[in-house]
Protein backbone atom coordinates (compact mmCIF):
# COMPACT_ATOMS: atom_id res chain seq x y z
CA UNK A 1 0.00 0.00 0.00
CA UNK A 2 1.05 3.33 -1.21
CA UNK A 3 0.64 5.77 2.11
CA UNK A 4 1.42 8.93 0.14
CA UNK A 5 4.29 10.16 2.39
CA UNK A 6 7.36 10.30 0.08
CA UNK A 7 8.77 14.01 0.54
CA UNK A 8 6.51 14.49 3.53
CA UNK A 9 8.36 16.80 6.01
CA UNK A 10 7.77 14.93 9.60
CA UNK A 11 8.20 16.62 12.67
CA UNK A 12 8.71 13.73 15.07
CA UNK A 13 9.29 14.70 19.17
CA UNK A 14 11.27 12.74 21.28
CA UNK A 15 12.36 10.19 19.34
CA UNK A 16 16.04 8.99 20.84
CA UNK A 17 14.28 5.98 21.79
CA UNK A 18 10.95 3.68 22.28
CA UNK A 19 7.46 4.73 20.51
CA UNK A 20 9.17 8.29 19.21
CA UNK A 21 12.06 6.03 17.51
CA UNK A 22 9.90 3.84 15.67
CA UNK A 23 7.31 6.05 14.26
CA UNK A 24 10.37 8.17 13.34
CA UNK A 25 11.81 4.77 11.32
CA UNK A 26 8.49 3.86 9.94
CA UNK A 27 7.49 7.40 8.66
CA UNK A 28 11.86 7.66 6.90
CA UNK A 29 10.85 4.08 5.95
CA UNK A 30 7.62 5.32 3.70
CA UNK A 31 9.77 8.00 2.42
CA UNK A 32 9.30 10.84 4.87
CA UNK A 33 11.78 13.57 5.65
CA UNK A 34 12.88 13.55 9.11
CA UNK A 35 13.08 16.36 11.86
CA UNK A 36 13.88 14.68 15.30
CA UNK A 37 14.46 15.46 18.61
CA UNK A 38 15.48 14.55 22.19
CA UNK A 39 17.14 16.36 25.49
CA UNK A 40 20.18 13.76 24.72
CA UNK A 41 22.15 15.54 21.88
CA UNK A 42 24.56 12.80 21.27
CA UNK A 43 22.02 10.04 21.20
CA UNK A 44 19.54 11.66 18.62
CA UNK A 45 22.13 12.45 16.56
CA UNK A 46 23.24 8.95 16.70
CA UNK A 47 19.67 7.74 15.82
CA UNK A 48 19.76 10.09 13.33
CA UNK A 49 22.59 8.84 11.45
CA UNK A 50 21.51 5.35 12.26
CA UNK A 51 17.79 5.85 10.35
CA UNK A 52 19.55 7.41 7.20
CA UNK A 53 21.92 5.03 6.83
CA UNK A 54 18.68 2.50 7.13
CA UNK A 55 16.30 4.00 4.91
CA UNK A 56 18.24 7.00 2.75
CA UNK A 57 16.10 9.18 4.34
CA UNK A 58 17.08 12.86 5.02
CA UNK A 59 16.96 13.44 8.99
CA UNK A 60 17.52 16.85 10.57
CA UNK A 61 18.53 16.60 14.74
CA UNK A 62 18.27 18.77 17.54
CA UNK A 63 18.48 18.47 21.39
CA UNK A 64 15.21 19.91 22.87
CA UNK A 65 13.64 19.71 26.02
CA UNK A 66 10.08 19.53 24.74
CA UNK A 67 8.95 20.77 28.54
CA UNK A 68 10.59 24.31 27.53
CA UNK A 69 8.61 26.11 25.17
CA UNK A 70 11.62 27.81 24.35
CA UNK A 71 12.99 24.90 22.96
CA UNK A 72 9.90 23.97 21.29
CA UNK A 73 9.60 26.69 19.37
CA UNK A 74 13.45 27.07 18.36
CA UNK A 75 13.27 23.45 17.63
CA UNK A 76 9.97 24.30 15.08
CA UNK A 77 12.17 27.08 13.44
CA UNK A 78 15.11 24.99 13.13
CA UNK A 79 12.95 22.77 10.94
CA UNK A 80 10.96 24.76 8.82
CA UNK A 81 14.82 26.93 8.40
CA UNK A 82 16.06 23.36 6.95
CA UNK A 83 12.86 21.95 5.24
CA UNK A 84 10.54 24.95 4.76
CA UNK A 85 7.55 23.58 6.29
CA UNK A 86 6.33 20.60 8.41
CA UNK A 87 3.50 18.20 7.10
CA UNK A 88 3.53 15.77 10.04
CA UNK A 89 3.17 16.87 13.92
CA UNK A 90 3.69 13.93 16.19
CA UNK A 91 3.80 15.01 19.58
CA UNK A 92 5.78 13.13 22.16
CA UNK A 93 7.22 12.71 25.37
CA UNK A 94 8.50 10.81 28.55
CA UNK A 95 5.79 10.32 30.74
CA UNK A 96 4.96 11.91 34.19
CA UNK A 97 6.05 10.15 37.33
CA UNK A 98 4.04 7.68 38.70
CA UNK A 99 2.11 8.72 42.12
CA UNK A 100 -0.75 9.12 44.47
CA UNK A 101 -2.52 12.42 44.76
CA UNK A 102 -1.07 13.05 47.87
CA UNK A 103 2.50 12.47 46.83
CA UNK A 104 2.22 15.35 44.58
CA UNK A 105 2.70 18.96 44.95
CA UNK A 106 2.23 21.43 43.03
CA UNK A 107 5.54 22.07 41.25
CA UNK A 108 5.59 18.49 40.01
CA UNK A 109 1.55 19.40 38.77
CA UNK A 110 3.31 22.01 37.09
CA UNK A 111 6.20 20.46 35.38
CA UNK A 112 4.01 17.96 34.38
CA UNK A 113 1.74 19.71 32.53
CA UNK A 114 4.60 21.73 30.64
CA UNK A 115 5.79 18.13 29.79
CA UNK A 116 2.33 16.26 28.63
CA UNK A 117 0.24 19.31 27.78
CA UNK A 118 1.98 22.80 27.32
CA UNK A 119 3.93 20.76 24.84
CA UNK A 120 1.50 19.25 22.30
CA UNK A 121 -0.24 22.54 22.37
CA UNK A 122 3.06 24.55 21.84
CA UNK A 123 3.94 22.41 18.67
CA UNK A 124 0.79 23.06 17.07
CA UNK A 125 0.33 26.23 17.87
CA UNK A 126 3.38 26.51 15.69
CA UNK A 127 2.75 23.97 12.55
CA UNK A 128 -0.77 25.05 12.07
CA UNK A 129 -0.09 27.99 10.34
CA UNK A 130 1.32 26.26 7.29
CA UNK A 131 -0.43 23.05 7.59
CA UNK A 132 -3.55 25.39 6.63
CA UNK A 133 -1.88 27.78 4.10
CA UNK A 134 -1.02 24.54 2.03
CA UNK A 135 -4.10 23.04 3.28
CA UNK A 136 -2.41 19.74 4.26
CA UNK A 137 -1.75 18.45 7.33
CA UNK A 138 -1.27 15.91 10.06
CA UNK A 139 -1.26 15.82 13.77
CA UNK A 140 -0.63 12.77 15.68
CA UNK A 141 -0.81 12.95 19.70
CA UNK A 142 0.92 10.05 21.67
CA UNK A 143 -1.04 9.71 24.85
CA UNK A 144 -1.87 6.88 26.52
CA UNK A 145 -4.27 4.01 27.49
CA UNK A 146 -4.86 6.29 30.95
CA UNK A 147 -7.13 8.31 28.92
CA UNK A 148 -9.69 5.64 28.60
CA UNK A 149 -9.29 3.68 31.34
CA UNK A 150 -7.30 5.44 34.42
CA UNK A 151 -3.77 3.39 35.47
CA UNK A 152 -3.37 3.15 39.43
CA UNK A 153 -0.65 5.23 40.39
CA UNK A 154 -0.76 7.18 37.72
CA UNK A 155 -2.40 10.58 39.21
CA UNK A 156 -0.67 12.61 36.45
CA UNK A 157 -0.25 11.04 33.73
CA UNK A 158 -4.57 10.27 33.85
CA UNK A 159 -5.11 13.97 34.45
CA UNK A 160 -2.29 14.96 31.88
CA UNK A 161 -2.83 12.99 28.62
CA UNK A 162 -7.18 13.25 29.77
CA UNK A 163 -6.50 17.12 29.26
CA UNK A 164 -4.58 16.48 25.62
CA UNK A 165 -7.53 14.22 24.58
CA UNK A 166 -10.28 17.20 24.97
CA UNK A 167 -7.64 20.15 23.19
CA UNK A 168 -7.18 17.43 20.15
CA UNK A 169 -10.91 16.53 20.02
CA UNK A 170 -11.57 20.43 19.66
CA UNK A 171 -8.77 21.47 17.59
CA UNK A 172 -9.86 19.19 15.31
CA UNK A 173 -13.09 20.63 14.60
CA UNK A 174 -11.53 24.08 13.86
CA UNK A 175 -9.05 22.87 11.87
CA UNK A 176 -10.73 19.86 9.45
CA UNK A 177 -11.67 22.52 7.06
CA UNK A 178 -8.52 23.52 6.04
CA UNK A 179 -7.84 19.80 5.44
CA UNK A 180 -5.97 19.14 8.79
CA UNK A 181 -6.44 15.84 10.62
CA UNK A 182 -5.52 15.64 13.99
CA UNK A 183 -5.47 12.09 16.24
CA UNK A 184 -4.43 10.79 19.36
CA UNK A 185 -2.78 7.54 19.38
CA UNK A 186 -2.87 5.45 22.51
CA UNK A 187 -0.28 2.72 23.40
CA UNK A 188 -0.93 0.49 25.73
CA UNK A 189 2.06 -1.80 28.37
CA UNK A 190 4.34 -1.66 25.46
CA UNK A 191 8.12 -2.96 25.94
CA UNK A 192 9.61 0.48 26.51
CA UNK A 193 11.92 2.06 29.02
CA UNK A 194 8.93 3.93 30.25
CA UNK A 195 7.28 0.20 30.67
CA UNK A 196 10.28 -0.83 32.42
CA UNK A 197 10.55 1.79 34.52
CA UNK A 198 6.85 1.21 36.01
CA UNK A 199 7.77 -2.44 36.79
CA UNK A 200 10.18 -1.04 38.76
CA UNK A 201 8.50 1.10 40.49
CA UNK A 202 5.79 -1.67 41.37
CA UNK A 203 8.19 -3.95 42.08
CA UNK A 204 9.99 -2.35 44.36
CA UNK A 205 6.48 -1.05 46.52
CA UNK A 206 5.14 -4.43 46.57
CA UNK A 207 8.31 -6.36 47.52
CA UNK A 208 8.19 -8.39 43.67
CA UNK A 209 10.08 -8.71 40.92
CA UNK A 210 9.81 -6.91 37.71
CA UNK A 211 9.20 -9.76 35.65
CA UNK A 212 6.07 -10.59 38.06
CA UNK A 213 5.01 -7.01 37.64
CA UNK A 214 4.96 -7.45 33.73
CA UNK A 215 3.43 -10.88 33.90
CA UNK A 216 0.66 -9.26 35.90
CA UNK A 217 -0.02 -6.75 32.54
CA UNK A 218 0.09 -10.06 30.16
CA UNK A 219 -2.51 -11.09 32.12
CA UNK A 220 -4.74 -8.24 31.62
CA UNK A 221 -4.04 -8.32 27.97
CA UNK A 222 -6.55 -10.42 26.07
CA UNK A 223 -3.03 -11.19 22.94
CA UNK A 224 -1.38 -12.18 26.35
CA UNK A 225 1.92 -9.95 25.82
CA UNK A 226 3.18 -6.65 25.97
CA UNK A 227 3.46 -4.45 22.38
CA UNK A 228 6.18 -3.63 20.44
CA UNK A 229 7.38 -0.35 19.38
CA UNK A 230 7.27 -1.67 16.04
CA UNK A 231 3.54 -2.01 16.00
CA UNK A 232 2.27 1.16 17.75
CA UNK A 233 4.82 3.14 14.21
CA UNK A 234 2.57 1.20 11.63
CA UNK A 235 -0.53 2.46 12.87
CA UNK A 236 1.19 6.20 13.25
CA UNK A 237 2.44 5.50 9.89
CA UNK A 238 -0.62 5.17 8.61
CA UNK A 239 -3.00 7.87 10.12
CA UNK A 240 -0.31 9.95 9.15
CA UNK A 241 -0.50 9.41 5.46
CA UNK A 242 -2.74 10.20 2.57
CA UNK A 243 -4.83 7.21 2.88
CA UNK A 244 -6.08 8.44 6.19
CA UNK A 245 -7.47 11.74 4.70
CA UNK A 246 -11.09 10.69 6.54
CA UNK A 247 -9.82 9.95 10.17
CA UNK A 248 -10.36 12.80 12.78
CA UNK A 249 -10.67 13.73 16.15
CA UNK A 250 -10.10 10.20 17.20
CA UNK A 251 -8.13 8.63 20.36
CA UNK A 252 -6.70 4.93 18.30
CA UNK A 253 -5.51 2.17 21.05
CA UNK A 254 -2.62 -0.20 20.56
CA UNK A 255 -3.00 -2.14 23.34
CA UNK A 256 -3.35 -5.49 22.24
CA UNK A 257 -7.33 -5.44 24.21
CA UNK A 258 -6.87 -3.91 27.50
CA UNK A 259 -8.87 -1.88 27.19
CA UNK A 260 -12.10 -2.70 28.14
CA UNK A 261 -14.77 -0.50 27.44
CA UNK A 262 -16.44 -0.06 24.41
CA UNK A 263 -15.68 3.11 22.85
Same mark, same amino acid.
Given at each position: M???????????????????R????????????????????E?IE???????????A??????????????? *??? %?????A? =?? #????? /??? $??????????T????M?????????F??V????L?????K???????????????K???E???????L?????G?????AN????? *??? %??????? =?? #????? /??? $??V???????TT??A??????????????????????????A?E?????????????????????
Amino acid at each position: MDLGLRGKVALVAAASKGLGRATAEELAAEGAKLAICSRDEEAIEAVGGEIAKATGAEVFTRAADVSRAADV *GAF %VDATLAC =YG #RVDIL /VTN $SGGPPPGRFETLDLAMWQKAAELTLFAPVEFARLVLPGMKQRRWGRILNVTSIAVKQPVENLMLSNSLRAAVTGWARTLANEVGEF *GVT %VNNLIPG =YT #RTERV /VEL $SQVIAKRESITTEQAVARWEREIPLGRLGEPREFAALAAFVASERASYITGQSIAVDGGWIKSLL
